[in-house]
């Protein structure tokens, strides 16, 4: 039995053995990793909302004086991220008639003067989908399109210098260039009367009682006193008429009698005899600053002028940049565009007709009239019979050619005349100007 247990603790320790030295260093086992938690989810901010520009406030449309321009053009188009202006019988704002003008090709500009009005045909939209609108806010006007929907007979009135954008307000900003710029129109009007109420002499003071129009910076019904500020001044042309209801001496604030007179244009009327009403001072005939004085007591009742310009055109003045001859051609440089030529464009008898239409009484007026000096292999001259006119253009022909500047054609009478060059007459295509009464 002894023998049996020794067996065993041999084979027991000879097992022991042979395991330590399969493995003579243990590994410490790691602890199991311990259970991530699933992270909660983070709320997404939500995104800062983009700001809502308010659409601009609709003016109230404005009533235009008389006196302005009426233009009639066709339509008004709006799609999606343009416009389109289309013209109709008549040619304004350097386009041609029937002319389709695009507010992203070029852009629209309609030029106009205060009290004009834009008469459209239609404002339509070309979208099938899209509501649109065409909006001049600062003229009053916003007009609501359902796809495909028109409006007819829009009118548009301009009062006041300024430009003003032509838009869509429900897309703003996104049709390109379109816009109505109001400038102060050219005098070119015929006589002026002005129309006043009362001019008042008294003891060291003249008054001027205005009317019930503004003019000379004076409000209506004001009353400007020789006494205060720079006094009195009136401004006029030769042909101008200013037109009291009364010239009369103040009774309360006169010690003496007194005279109104304007030595320059022979007045000198005596006050104390009584009231002149009306009184008229015109139609003036001469240029000039003329005082306003008392013969009685001469420069004792402060500051008082009419100033007298030149007399104004009584009709349309077109200006033009220049009026090129060359051999066997003339070409018209424009400015502004005038008789359905573009602006700053450059017709010529080499492509068509050269026709100017006019009324009696308009002006024509050439910044330059010249001849060509690389296009030229002689002498050339710019000539209309019909009205007296022969300018020589040779003096150095060949080397710039020569120039006249300015150059004013007056038109007194009706009639076509033809523009010629008389040293090869009928040698450079048609040009003419119709004149009508």
């Known amino acids: 039995m002894k023998r049996l247990v020794l067996l065993v603790l041999a084979t027991l320790v000879a097992a022991l053995a042979a395991a330590c030295g399969a493995d003579p260093t243990a590994t410490p086992t790691e602890p199991p990793a311990a259970a991530t938690g699933v992270p909660e989810p983070t709320a997404t901010p939500d995104p800062t909302p983009t700001p809502t520009i308010a659409p601009p406030a609709i003016a109230e449309a404005c009533t235009p004086e008389e006196g302005g321009t009426l233009y009639d053009v066709s339509e008004f188009v709006v799609g999606d991220g343009s416009f389109e202006l289309v013209m109709g019988a008549e040619a304004y704002w350097g386009y041609e008639a029937e002319a389709r003008v695009s507010s992203t090709a070029g852009g629209i500009i309609i030029k106009v003067s205060p009290n004009d009005v834009i008469r459209i045909g239609t404002v339509r939209s070309a979208s099938t989908v899209n509501l649109h609108a065409f909006t001049v806010a600062a003229l009053g006007v916003d007009i609501t399109l359902v ?72 409000e209506a019904e004001s009353r400007p006193t020789s006494t205060v500020g720079d006094g009195i001044i009136m401004t006029a042309n030769v042909g101008d008429t200013l037109q009291f209801a009364r010239l009369r001496q ?45 013969s009685t007591d001469p420069g004792e009742h402060g500051k008082a002028v009419l100033i007298v310009g030149p007399a104004l055109a009584t009709g349309t003045v077109y200006e033009v940049d220049a009026f090129v001859v060359e051999d066997g051609n003339f070409e018209m440089r424009m400015l502004e565009g005038y008789w359905g030529y573009q602006t700053e464009g450059r017709p010529s008898t080499r492509a068509g007709e050269l026709l100017i239409t006019a009324k009696v009484g308009d002006t024509i007026k050439f910044a330059v009239i010249r001849q060509s000096g690389s296009r030229s292999t002689k002498a050339h001259h710019f000539t209309i019979e019909g009205l007296g006119i022969d300018i020589n253009l040779d003096e150095s022909y060949g080397t710039g050619g020569a120039r006249v500047e300015p150059f004013e054609i007056k038109l007194d009478k009706a009639g076509t005349f033809v523009i010629d060059d008389v040293t090869d007459p009928g040698e450079h295509g048609k040009a003419s100007i119709v004149v009508t009464e």
């Open 147 to 218: 796809p495909g929907g028109s409006q007819d007979g829009v009118e548009i009135a301009i009062c006041e210098i300024g430009s003003y954008a032509i838009d869509d307000n429900t897309d703003r900003g996104r049709h390109g260039l379109a816009e109505i710029v109001s400038k102060e129109r050219k005098a070119v009007g015929g006589p002026v009367v002005y129309v006043l109420d009362n001019w008042v002499v008294e003891d060291g003071n003249f008054e001027l009682r205005m009317g019930p129009e503004p003019y000379w910076g004076y």
């Open 250 to 294: 103040s009774g309360s604030r006169s010690t003496k009698p007194h005279n109104f007179t304007i030595e320059g244009l022979g007045i000198d009327i005596a006050l104390a005899d009584g009231n002149v009403e009306p009184f008229e001072i015109g139609p003036l005939t001469t240029e000039g600053t003329f005082v306003i004085d008392d």
